[in-house]
């Protein structure tokens, strides 16, 4: 009875909700099987490959050997991804967040890529950086105006908002627009990379209503074995799209 009388509680919508989320639930679990039998070999893998597996619930076993190499001899922005990914799941190295803070204290981050890296990595580390975030609105240049380029930016706002409070409403509003307007036909941004980065950052701003079409084109995208990416599979590129249906099915 009990069953009965939630079913006819559900509003004309609700089957098609669910519908949609078992297909991407789907598509999510060949994706993660993909990744559980592929080998990453860069920290940039194991921390994305790392991080989807978290937002799926799936088991966490390679995180040993992405704390062994989070603490060997990497590129700033390697180590950025790696201490973002272990935060994520509450493993904080202080000597990492020093590295990380002390790198941006003395200037030496001028590549905006960097900037907005460190930006994301200290605010999972729980380090607010409100002037740098300023620094960034007010530097802004033409020649960032690409749609992986703004979307990191607005991603690192959003987070840092998150922990200081302070307002990025209107500029973020603006780059979101900008975003909207460079989709193409197919719904979208011409490589997975730059796609899942934009996607994620739509996500996040609250402009999920927005992007159907570009999931379903994320969707089509997937190969038949389960991943994402070129030459029947990429690491980075499928762990990237799981994190994108992970946070558009939960947004």
């Not at 079913?7 to 099987?33: F, T």
């Not at 990744?35 to 966490?60: I, M, N």
Request: proline letters at 3%; aromatic letters at 8%.
């Amino acid at each position: 009875m009990k069953n009965s009388i939630k079913n006819l509680s559900r509003k004309p919508g609700d089957c098609k909700i669910q519908a949609k989320e078992i297909k991407y639930k789907d598509a999510a679990r060949r994706g993660l099987d993909w990744l559980d039998e592929s080998q990453p070999v860069t920290l940039k893998e194991y921390a994305r490959s790392t991080t989807a597996s978290y937002h799926w619930g799936r088991g966490y076993t390679r995180t040993s050997t992405l704390i062994r190499e989070i603490h060997r001899p990497q590129s700033f922005r390697e180590i950025c991804r790696g201490a973002s990914a272990l935060a994520t799941m509450g493993i904080y190295y202080p000597a990492v967040t020093h590295y990380i803070k002390t790198k941006q204290n003395n200037g030496n981050l001028e590549d905006i890529y960097d900037r907005t890296y460190a930006l994301i990595a200290l605010a999972d580390l729980e380090v607010p950086c409100p002037g740098e975030c300023q620094k960034i609105i007010k530097d802004f240049d033409s020649t960032w105006e690409h749609p992986g380029t703004i979307a990191l930016i607005i991603i690192c706002l959003i987070k840092q908002s998150e922990l200081t409070g302070k307002d990025y409403t209107d500029f973020i509003r603006e780059k979101t627009d900008w975003l909207l307007s460079r989709v193409q036909e197919n719904g979208g941004w011409k490589f997975i990379a730059t796609s899942n980065l934009v996607l994620q950052a739509l996500i996040m701003a609250g402009r999920s209503g927005e992007i159907d079409q570009s999931i379903r084109w994320l969707l089509k995208k997937q190969n038949d074995n389960g991943s994402w990416g070129k030459n029947n599979g990429d690491i980075t590129a499928t762990a990237q799209s799981l994190i994108t249906l992970a946070l558009y099915i939960n947004a």
